[in-house]
């Protein structure tokens, strides 16, 4: 598939400045006393990410026939949990990072306490938004009962936390094919593919298109993590917004490590192709998530 870099950017500025309109709506909590955490929940949550978590619920909820205003509380909800676990991932205790999108990591500004506390704040906050959501949206109890179970079980310890221990278990160990992938598929695949279909589920996508939307969702954390890997070896420090090289550093087992560079590109671009397949039953509508596949493979941060 054809890919224009500047017709997707314009695509997702769009798309990203109504997240980001909607997610200051949504934190306006974080005005509340005491001042030192709720500044610290904003320093985290208004830190130049891509927002392409919430951007997927918004966009399976159209595809599902729904509206992305009945899907932006969880949309906001899986923004604070992927900001979340940025923040704990940063830790001395786990990759201690200096940086992160080119500003120091939360707890260099806060403390390492209060970034523990961060993390556990914006997490709990995610839920308190997906339950009051619940009891006040148009949108059907039970789908949105759902939305909340399949949201927990993803950055929960089947989900992202087991990624995250494998990872952790896995430093400075030679891991095999196999693990890389589950690890991955846990740690960052399972919350994509919260975000797709809890939107799909909200929009009230039919059980067919569940199950293209979960494929997609598969096909897209493993490009997406595959190129992550690439960009640690050779993106560039000012637009990755941290130092080159420092899954080496960590003895991080990655895709170029285990497969090397040409090998990983060339997987890459399999699992792309393979997420333009699972949308093929949704035709045009799926424009945007066709391009946000094809960005994989040529972004820069
Ligand atoms: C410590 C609870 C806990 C979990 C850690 C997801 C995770 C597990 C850690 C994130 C660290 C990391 C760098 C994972 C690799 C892939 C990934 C999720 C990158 C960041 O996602 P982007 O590029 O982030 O969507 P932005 O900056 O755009 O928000």
């Known amino acids: 598939m054809d890919f224009d870099m500047k017709s997707f950017q314009k695509d997702i500025k769009t798309r990203q400045e109504y997240v980001e309109a909607c997610l200051q709506n949504c934190v306006s909590l974080l005005d509340a006393y005491p001042p030192l955490i709720h500044e610290a929940m904003h320093y ?23 509206s992305r205003e009945d899907a932006i509380p969880a949309a906001c909800a899986i923004e604070m949990i992927h900001s979340y676990s940025l923040v704990h991932d940063d830790l001395p205790c786990m990759d201690d990072d200096d940086f992160r999108r080119g500003k120091p990591t939360c707890h260099k500004v806060y403390g390492e ?63 095999d094919f196999a693990t890389l992938k589950t690890l991955h598929s846990l740690k960052t695949g399972e919350l994509f ?17 569940l199950q293209a939307i979960t494929d997609y969702a598969r096909n897209f954390g493993l490009a997406f993590q595959i190129s992550d890997d690439i960009l640690d070896v050779q993106g560039d420090e000012a637009l990755i917004g941290k130092p080159v090289g420092s899954d080496e550093k960590n003895h991080k087992t990655t895709y170029p490590s285990l497969l090397g560079l040409a090998k990983s590109r060339e997987m890459l671009k399999e699992s792309v192709a393979s997420c333009i397949q699972s949308l093929e039953p949704f035709g045009e509508r799926a424009a945007f998530l066709r391009e946000l596949a094809c960005f994989t493979m040529y972004r820069e941060s």
């Open 44 to 66: 985290a949550l208004f830190n130049g990410g891509k927002r392409l978590r919430p951007i997927m619920v918004c966009e399976a909820a159209l595809l599902g026939g729904g």
């Open 113 to 175: 306490a209060n970034a523990v506390l961060t993390g556990d704040a914006l997490l709990t906050a995610a839920f308190e938004l997906l339950s009051q959501n619940a009891q006040a949206s148009e949108v059907d109890l039970g789908r949105t009962i759902r939305v909340i179970s399949e949201i927990a079980r993803a950055a929960g310890s089947r989900g992202m936390i087991g990624g995250q221990v494998i990872d952790l278990e896995s430093e400075g160990k030679n891991i």
């Open 193 to 209: 593919q919260a975000s797709l279909r809890s939107g799909a589920i909200l929009g009230g996508m039919d059980e067919p298109g």
